[in-house]
Each structure stands twice: as structure tokens, then as C-alpha cells.
């Protein structure tokens, strides 16, 4: 299989602090994205990340993507309660073909305590 | 979960029946999606359609079944030969017939039980 493995499985926190998660993933990719799921809901799209970009931001999130280590990170800033979901990247394979799948990782699950 | 309509949101199926889940779009995509997502895993793709009337196996196709006769609707059909049907299914949509090369957008989810 070729999907991503997401680092940490788990990550609680205090409201106020900021969480960091890691992506790592296997083969070249033409994009990175990341999605939040509340418990029992649908995903929701993030951000995107080209291959040749290497940082981007979207108010409190901030999303780097390192093509070398094959690697990408999420960081919110500022918790809060309801950032509590669970979070996933899905990568576009070059090996994808014309669908231009997304392959997604198996998520980290963030609990923001107030 | 705006644009994508997911029914029933739960359902409950005896073994050896056939069940259809419904997805409907009204954001004009043409690509529709369908994913498997079992507790604490991410999402896998069962079938995806770049196009009316054209549709491909996912990663997971076996024992699933399913039609692309309009652009706002890609029902998904779970058969008695899918061994382990209780999960998770999500359908989502995105702009372009490429379609990673945008967001996709999901539904709301319908959690399939097998009794």
C-alpha cells in the first residue's frame, strides 16, 4: 500500500498551546492535503500543498512540505476546544495516473482540553 | 458538508442483502467518489467516476457495485459478496475530472451495520 503513515496516532493538548502533526509518505507526489473529521462526520478540506511549494498558511494553520524527507507537517497555533477532530493527509501520487487519486493516511486524533 | 447529500445516514442490513447508499451532489462536479473508512483508520477508495455515464475501482472495488447515469448522483451498491460490509462510507466530490488536483468535498457520511 502506498499510504501515508500520520505521527503522532494521538495528541492532547491544553487550549492555547500548539499542536503539531507529521506526514510521512512513500513516492513522489504532485500535492499534499489535509482534512479534518469531527466524530462521525464527513471530512472537510484544510489546505493544499504543491510539490514545489514548501510552506503555506491559512489563519491559524501553517503547513510545511519537504519533497526530500518525503514529509509534510501541520501545526495549529493557538488551540482551542473545538480544534478537537481528527486530522488527515492525503497525497496525489505522480503514479495516480489520470484520476489523480488521493491517498489518505490513517489520522491523528487531537483533543484540545479547555 | 455543504453541496453533498448522503442518505440514509444509518443502516442497518441483514447478511446476504443487497443495499444501495445514495449520494447526491448539486455543486456541478464531475467527479464523484466512494470511501470505506473502518474505526481509526483513514478513508480507502471503493469506485471513483471522472465523468457521466464513467466510473473506476478504487483500491477496494470487490463486492461493491455502482452507476454514474447523472452528474449529481453516484449511488453506491453494497453486495452480499462484500464479506465485511460494516463501516464508514463517504462520498465526496471535486471541480475537475483530475480530480486530486483539488479539494474534494464529502459528504455527511452513512454508517452501514450488518446484523
Known amino acids: 500500500s502506498q499510504q501515508g503513515e500520520e505521527d503522532p496516532q494521538a495528541l492532547s493538548i491544553q487550549e492555547g498551546e500548539n499542536a503539531t502533526m507529521n506526514c510521512s509518505y512513500k513516492?513522489?507526489?504532485?500535492?499534499l492535503q489535509w482534512y479534518r473529521q469531527n466524530s462521525g462526520r464527513g471530512l472537510v478540506h484544510l489546505i493544499l500543498?504543491?510539490?514545489?511549494?514548501r510552506e503555506k498558511h491559512s489563519g491559524r494553520l501553517r503547513v510545511t512540505l519537504d519533497t526530500s524527507k518525503k514529509s509534510s507537517s501541520l501545526l495549529i497555533t493557538a488551540s482551542r476546544a473545538a480544534d478537537t477532530a481528527s486530522y488527515f493527509c492525503?497525497?496525489?501520487?505522480?503514479?495516480?495516473?489520470?484520476?489523480?487519486?488521493?491517498?489518505f493516511g490513517s489520522g491523528t486524533q487531537l483533543t484540545v482540553l479547555p | 458538508d455543504g453541496g453533498i447529500t448522503q442518505s440514509p445516514k444509518y443502516l442497518f442490513r441483514k447478511e446476504g442483502q443487497n443495499v444501495t447508499l445514495s449520494c447526491e451532489q448539486n455543486?456541478?462536479?464531475?467527479?464523484m467518489y466512494w470511501y470505506r473508512q473502518d474505526p481509526g483508520q483513514g478513508l480507502r477508495l471503493i469506485y471513483y467516476?471522472?465523468?457521466?455515464?464513467?466510473?473506476q475501482k478504487g483500491d477496494i472495488a470487490e463486492g461493491y457495485s455502482v452507476s454514474r447515469e447523472k452528474k449529481e448522483s453516484f449511488p453506491l451498491t453494497v453486495t452480499s459478496a462484500q464479506k465485511n460490509p460494516t463501516a464508514f462510507y463517504l462520498c465526496?466530490?471535486?471541480?475537475?475530472?483530475?480530480?486530486?488536483?483539488?479539494?474534494?468535498?464529502f459528504g455527511p457520511g452513512t454508517r452501514l451495520t450488518v446484523l
Open positions: 465526496a466530490s471535486s471541480p475537475t475530472p483530475s480530480g486530486g488536483y483539488n479539494e474534494q468535498f
Open positions: 513516492t513522489s507526489i504532485n500535492n
Open positions: 500543498i504543491r510539490s514545489n511549494e
Open positions: 492525503a497525497t496525489v501520487y505522480l503514479s495516480s495516473g489520470s484520476a489523480r487519486q488521493l491517498t
Open positions: 455543486l456541478n462536479h464531475d467527479a
Open positions: 467516476s471522472q465523468i457521466v455515464n464513467d466510473f
